[in-house]
């Protein structure tokens, strides 16, 4: 019998998962493909080189891989293993030293399109990792293809997805027919559902949108905008909200977009790394290098090409907002300039950027809350801890199960707690305290983690109002009459659309709270 269930649970897994195909290579290395797209391999061994495309394992089934993870020890992949893979768009790997690629693993007119995402302690090794280093690389922390990350799948436009879109990519630049009298509504799809977001619309037609997406821990925070630019009688357009009008804008000849405004900012999207050129006259925004007066970096770079910037004379300031270094090349500027630029950079990085010998001639100054982690911790009760980050007011409390009580006053982050804004009380923890977020007078937003089953009293601050609670477990948690006693007006609770009714008709969810839900289908926070 125990056989019979264990074999009938197998198989249920297995069409659960939606399994297409799977096999072993020589013996040492297993593969699946799943019907979501994605190609998972794992072992310690190399994956051989093949005669032709045709000859791999999962080639009747190419068109359908969308994805790949890689996982275990591989250590290396060999000629035509994915080089048929059309459809491939990002690849996940787990594997701590690089693989060894060859010329034609993969297509190489798609290695700049591919996205890969690297647990952030491998990230070094992978950029500067032959054939690797040319693909879209990405921290995730996550751990599998799909898991935490904070960036979006797609944008739409009033329905419509813009088809440049880059995940790596965030900014954008939308004209709008002339005439147009209204802002565009801006939706989006999430690569990773259990994200957070946050969608400001623009207020009007040559208005900018924003939507920050926020990874459930918080580890990851991206913001993505959108400029509408509304065109003329002429046929020329007008800037977004700041007043700029485009000069100019094209796409470098590896994707990358670049965009010139009247204010003298050249904005650069994209990511990954920046063309290299024979001559400084190739650049293709070299009839208005005389106008640049600022380079402004708003996403990922690793590589800065040949004579990229040389001959912007005028350029005093460059604002990169990068999460890794770029690396410029020797000529990438004007040798001869570069005491005389400004460079804004993000504080966690303030140190590399200061050995770097090439940045460190400019003058660096910090990008305001970028400043690295000012983090304190301490033991809460068992294996329960909490940790803070008093740059970002972020409190995250993690273990497993029921926190202890305690007076307001006696909290475990108490010297601290005017400073905390945001808490996360992740997976494992079950019961709320008594008065746990009681002397965080300044918080507004907390994350209850699916474990979490019940709630002690007077949880919230005296007097607070408007404070987010955002609820994951699909049964309302135990509360009483007085969880939320003390707070004046609304604590606006938000809960899964499928959990909806139940925290509605729930007695004291119901009323005491204000709720809204997480629509799952086109993933955006409904009231």
Known sequence: MYLLVMMLMMSITGLAQGIVNTGTIEGMITWTLYDDGRLTLDGSDAIPDYSASSAVPWYQNREIITSIELNGSIQSIGKYAFYSCTNLTQITTNVPVPPTLVTNTFNSNKLSSLILYVPSMYMADYQSASYWQQMQVV?????????????????????????????????????????????????????DESCMTNVQQADSPNGMAKITVMTSDGSMTNTYQITFTVKDDTGGSTGGDTGETIIDSGMTPSGKSWTLYSTGVMRFTGGGALDSYDD???????????????????????????????????????????????????????????????????????????????????????????????????????????????????????????????????????????????????????YCSNGLFGDCENLKTIYLASTVDSLGQRILPNGSSGIQIFVYNLTPPGIDEYTFAGIEGCAYAICYESAYVAYVDHPIWGTKACMSYINLKDRSTSR
């Open 139 to 191: 921290a995730n922390d996550g751990g599998a293809t799909g898991g935490a990350n904070a960036y979006l799948a797609a944008i739409y436009i009033d329905g419509t997805p813009i088809e440049e879109f880059d995940p790596n990519r965030f900014e954008y630049q939308v004209e709008l027919p002339a005439g147009t009298v209204t802002a565009p509504n801006v939706s989006y799809l999430l690569q």
């Open 280 to 430: 400084p006259t190739a650049v293709p925004w070299y009839e208005h290098r005389l106008l640049v007066t600022e380079l402004n970096f708003g996403a990922d770079y690793y590589s800065l090409g040949s004579y990229l910037f040389y001959e912007l004379d005028n350029l005093t300031t460059i604002t990169c907002y990068s999460t890794y270094l770029p690396k410029p090349q020797e000529n990438t500027f004007n040798p001869n300039r570069l005491t005389s630029i400004t460079a804004n950079v993000r504080g966690t990085l303030m140190e590399e950027f200061l050995a770097d010998a090439y940045w460190s001639q400019m003058q660096l100054v910090v990008i305001p809350g970028t400043e690295p982690a000012d983090v304190v911790e301490g033991l809460i009760e068992d294996d329960m801890r909490w940790s803070l980050d008093r740059n970002s007011g972020v409190l995250t409390i993690s273990g497993a199960g029921a926190l202890p009580d305690w007076i307001q006053s006696m909290s475990p982050w108490s010297s601290y707690s005017s400073v905390i804004n945001t808490a996360y009380v992740q997976d494992g923890i079950t």
